[in-house]
């Protein structure tokens, strides 16, 4: 499973570059607004730090608006994927980019039925988001499981993209139902890395190692 860093500040994503497993980059308009940096600065310097993906998010309501502003990213850089929402002008959007071999990520994607109208679109990326369907009380898991299967069923070339991850359980989740991509929050990414029984295991190597070398 690739994984992705969800943030738009430039620390976070030296330090998780700095330690050569993350794949790509999502940014959405609050993470953008959050850092208070100028949207085309902070992307292109993001793609200076990771070679991969770097969503960059659309705001127009209507495809034509969506178009003229994702044709303007992805001039910016090659690995740029333009972001928008899965609404029918959304989809619409993601058709003509498609035609147009311009890279796209589907978000605010909450059900298999929104992840098979942006696959038959050609998106690139299809992001669920999660932790928001839990916070809704739905099974956000069983949703990934579902779509993908439906990607399965029919080839479709897309990729999922498990997003709104709140917890280190969300990314085994993922991983374990085959998940093609999770986009993972800075403190969760660091989270990935540690276990209590490996800080308690080092200590008891250091410590005997000590009584080896005196
Ligand atoms: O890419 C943004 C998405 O991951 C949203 O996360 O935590 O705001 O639901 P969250």
Request: hydrophobic residues 45%; proline residues 4%.
């Amino acid at each position: 499973m690739e994984l992705f860093i969800d943030s738009a500040n430039l620390d976070e994503i030296k330090i998780a570059a700095s330690w050569g497993i993350i794949d790509g980059v999502t940014t959405n308009p609050s993470l953008i607004a959050k850092e208070g940096r100028d949207f085309k600065k902070t992307i292109l310097e993001i793609t200076s730090l990771i070679d991969g993906p770097i969503s960059a998010e659309t705001i127009s309501p209507d495809a034509a608006g969506m178009v003229k502003e994702g044709k303007e990213f992805a001039a910016w850089h090659k690995n740029i994927h333009v972001k928008v929402p899965c609404t029918v002008e959304g989809i619409k959007a993601v058709r003509e980019f498609t035609q147009l071999q311009i890279k796209t990520n589907v978000t605010l994607v909450f059900s298999p039925n929104q992840v098979l109208l942006a696959a038959k679109a050609g998106a690139t990326l299809i992001s669920p988001f999660v932790g928001r369907l839990v916070d809704a009380g739905e099974d956000g898991m069983q949703m990934i499981g579902e779509s993908l299967q439906i990607i399965e069923n029919y080839g479709f070339e897309s990729r999922l993209l498990v997003a709104s991850v709140r917890d280190t359980r969300m990314v085994t989740d993922a991983a374990v139902l085959g998940a093609h991509i999770a986009t993972v929050p800075f403190k969760v990414l660091e989270q990935l890395f540690k276990h209590p029984l490996t800080d308690v295991g080092i200590e008891r190597f250091l410590a005997d190692w000590k009584k080896v070398a005196a």
